[in-house]
T-cell receptor, first 113, second 114 residues
């Protein structure tokens, strides 16, 4: 299946700063990528669907101005958490869709102090 | 809408014990079903999948059969190892107009002890 990487794997930032997380499809050109958020000991919550060359589609309740998504190429999607606050601390995971299956990246642990 | 229900964990087993993690779903039409595994601090890895009724997905000794009559996709393994300790997620991809989104269960933590 598709190989997906994320960078950074872990980031700590101060409250009020912005953080960018990259998701790369290493061996597959992905027109669609997904961004999930996972709370401790909880399931994954789909935040948005990232579409190459067009605006992302956000799930209900997800602030699009807070979580900026850019899918500038077929191999790269970025999630920027703007003006981060401690409640944004979480595990963020991206995935790509290939042949009826989603393949996930290793995740990024964001801690906002 | 679509939903997935998994048995609550944690499930604690001794090495070489038999494993069953129950998963049932609600969906219209003919969804595709998946099991993903998440090791501590990592993302999700696809474990197995089934795309139509009566299909059996299998990988690394794990199996699950798509049962449409009972809307279930239970995960089984005949003999677990300590290295199988992880969180297991059941998920479905609907066949309706929801695109390629996945709906996940809440996850079941498995702990295997010597």
């Amino acid at each position: 299946g598709a190989v997906v990487s994320q960078h950074p794997s872990r980031v700590i930032c101060k409250s009020g700063t912005s953080v960018k997380i990259e998701c790369r499809s290493l061996d597959f050109q992905a027109t669609t990528m997904f961004w999930y958020r996972q709370f401790p000991k909880k399931s994954l919550m789909l935040m948005a669907t990232s579409n190459e060359g067009s605006k992302a589609t956000y799930e209900q309740g997800v602030e699009k101005d807070k979580f900026l998504i850019n899918h500038a190429s077929l191999t790269l999607s970025t999630l920027t958490v703007t003006s981060a606050h401690p409640e944004d601390s979480s595990f963020y995971i991206c995935s790509v869709f290939q042949t009826n299956t989603q393949y996930f990246g290793p995740g990024t642990r964001l801690t906002v102090l | 809408g679509d939903s997935v229900t998994q048995m609550e964990g944690p499930v604690t087993l001794s090495e070489e014990a038999f494993l069953t993690i129950n998963c049932t779903y609600t969906a219209t039409g003919y969804p595709s079903l998946f099991w993903y595994v998440q090791y501590p601090g990592e993302g999700l890895q696809l474990l197995l999948k089934a795309t139509k009724a009566d299909d059996k997905g299998s990988n690394k000794g794990f199996e699950a059969t798509y049962r449409k009559e009972t809307t279930s996709f239970h995960l089984e393994k005949g003999s677990v190892q300590v290295s199988d300790s992880a969180v297991y997620f059941c998920a479905l991809r609907g066949s309706g107009g929801g695109g390629n989104k996945l709906t996940f269960g809440t996850g079941t933590q498995l702990k295997v002890e010597l």
